[in-house]
Structures are given as C-alpha cells and as structure tokens.
C-alpha cells in the first residue's frame, strides 16, 4: 500500500506556471505507475497526466499536451507535475493516484487546488 500527498496547488494567473508536487509514502515507489488527474465540481475526475514506474514513458491528454509536464524522482519518492502557461480551464482541484498496473490507478491523494484567474 502506499499512501500519497500532494502539494504545490494556489492562486496564480493565467499565462502563469505552477509544479505540483506528490510525496509517496514507503519504499515501493517505483513499484507503482503514477498519474495526475483533476476534478471541478459537477464534473468527473479527468486524467491529466501518466508516467511508468521508470519515468521513461509518459502519456498526456491532450488538453494539457506541450503544456503540462509529468516526471518523476523515485529516490525521492516524489512525482511532479509543471504547468504552464496556464488557462482559466484548468481550475481544479489536482489528485495523485499509483497504480501497480500502468495505466490503472489504485491510491489516492487527498488533492491540491488550482486556481487560475484570467
């Protein structure tokens, strides 16, 4: 099991840049795949972002393509998230999630808001 917990969400403005940090808990990190997705209210959870175990693959929807970048430090124990330039749209509240499968995702962080104001 492993437990997540983001950091790094705020207030910042459109055109701006923000890194999102989520620190895992245990010494299995690089057991697990890592992913970002983000959620408004009303809405379903949306997928960000993906990195394997190894950090060598990466996967991006393509609202956030060329913009937002997702890398890990497995000696850390710790996957980021940099964003930038950054729209009103991607207002959210951030979530952590490792799977042991890549591309599904079992834990949960606790999630970091972001807002951006135009």
């Known amino acids: 099991q492993v437990q997540l917990v983001e950091s790094g969400g705020g207030l910042v403005q459109a055109g701006d840049s923000l890194r999102l940090s989520c620190a895992a808990s245990g010494r299995t990190f690089s057991s697990y795949g890592m992913g970002w997705f983000r959620q408004t209210p009303g809405k379903e959870r949306e997928f960000v972002a993906r990195?394997?175990?190894?950090?060598?693959?990466?996967y991006y929807a393509d609202s956030v393509k060329g913009r937002f970048t997702i890398s890990r430090d497995n000696a850390k124990n710790t996957v980021y998230l940099q964003m930038n330039s950054l729209k009103p749209e991607d207002t959210a509240v951030y979530y952590c999630?490792?799977?042991?499968?890549?591309?599904?995702?079992?834990?949960w962080g606790q999630g970091t808001p972001v807002t951006v104001s135009s």
């Open positions: 999630a490792a799977g042991v499968v890549y591309g599904t995702f079992e834990y």
């Open positions: 990195i394997s175990r190894s950090g060598i693959s990466t």
